[in-house]
C-alpha cells in the first residue's frame, strides 16, 4: 500500500499572486469618502452612463464608494450592516494633518466632532434635488446627556459594621 495522497497548495511562493489578492478589494478610505460627500455628491448620484462599470454607473453609493446593478440592490445595501458601519464610521471627523500634529505634541487635544449622516437620497429624490446633509451634533445635546439623570439608579445599601467582642 502507497501513502495517503496529501493535497498540494496550488500557488505556494507565488508572491505576485497575493500581491493582486491584497489590492483586489480596496476601497475608498474615509478621507477620500468624506471629501466626495461635502464637495461632489450630486454628481456622483447623478453620473453619465458608462458602459464598462456595474449598472452603467447609475447606481452608486457614495458612502461605501460601491456601483450596483439596479437601484432593487442598492436599496437592500442600505439595510446591511456594512453599509450601517459605514455610516456609523463617518460620523466622526476624518483624521486630518492637523491632528496628527496635535497628536504630536504640537497643539493642545480637540476631540474629533461628532456630525449626523444619513443615507443617501434614492436616484428620485436627488433628481427632485434632495442632497446628502453633513450637520455638525450640536455640542449642548452631549452636556445636557451628561447631567440627565438616569432611570435605572442603583439604590446602594450602608452596611452595618459588626461589633468586634
Given at each position: 500500500?502507497?501513502?495517503?495522497?496529501?493535497?498540494?497548495k496550488?500557488?505556494?511562493?507565488d508572491?505576485h499572486l497575493?500581491?493582486?489578492?491584497?489590492v483586489?478589494?480596496r476601497?475608498?478610505?474615509?478621507d477620500?469618502?468624506?471629501?466626495?460627500?461635502?464637495?461632489?455628491?450630486?454628481e456622483?448620484?447623478?453620473?453619465?452612463?458608462?458602459?464598462?462599470?456595474?449598472g452603467?454607473?447609475q447606481?452608486?453609493?457614495?458612502?461605501?464608494a460601491k456601483?450596483?446593478i439596479?437601484?432593487?440592490?442598492?436599496?437592500?445595501?442600505?439595510?446591511?450592516k456594512?453599509?450601517?458601519?459605514?455610516l456609523?464610521?463617518?460620523?466622526?471627523?476624518?483624521?486630518?494633518?492637523?491632528e496628527?500634529?496635535?497628536?504630536a505634541g504640537?497643539?493642545?487635544f480637540?476631540?474629533p466632532?461628532?456630525?449626523?449622516?444619513?443615507?443617501?437620497?434614492?436616484?428620485?429624490e436627488a433628481?427632485a434635488?434632495?442632497r446628502i446633509?453633513?450637520?455638525e451634533?450640536?455640542?449642548?445635546?452631549?452636556?445636557?446627556e451628561?447631567?440627565a439623570?438616569?432611570?435605572?439608579?442603583k439604590?446602594?445599601?450602608?452596611?452595618t459594621k459588626?461589633?468586634?467582642t
Open positions: 500500500m502507497g501513502m495517503v495522497q496529501k493535497r498540494k496550488m500557488h505556494y511562493g508572491t497575493q500581491r493582486r489578492w491584497r483586489r478589494n476601497r475608498r478610505d474615509l477620500q469618502i468624506d471629501d466626495d460627500m461635502r464637495t461632489r455628491s450630486g456622483l448620484i447623478n453620473q453619465n452612463v458608462d458602459l464598462d462599470k456595474p452603467f454607473a447606481f452608486y453609493c457614495v458612502h461605501c456601483y450596483f439596479d437601484d432593487r440592490s442598492m436599496q437592500a445595501h442600505f439595510r446591511t456594512v453599509h450601517k458601519r459605514r456609523k464610521a463617518l460620523e466622526t471627523e476624518p483624521y486630518s494633518i492637523e496628527s500634529e496635535r497628536a504640537r497643539g493642545s480637540k476631540q466632532k461628532k456630525r449626523v449622516i444619513e443615507t443617501q437620497p434614492s436616484k428620485d433628481r434635488g434632495k446633509k453633513v450637520e451634533k450640536p455640542e449642548d445635546s452631549n452636556a445636557m451628561e447631567e439623570p438616569t432611570t435605572s439608579t439604590v446602594t445599601r450602608k452596611r459588626k461589633m468586634e
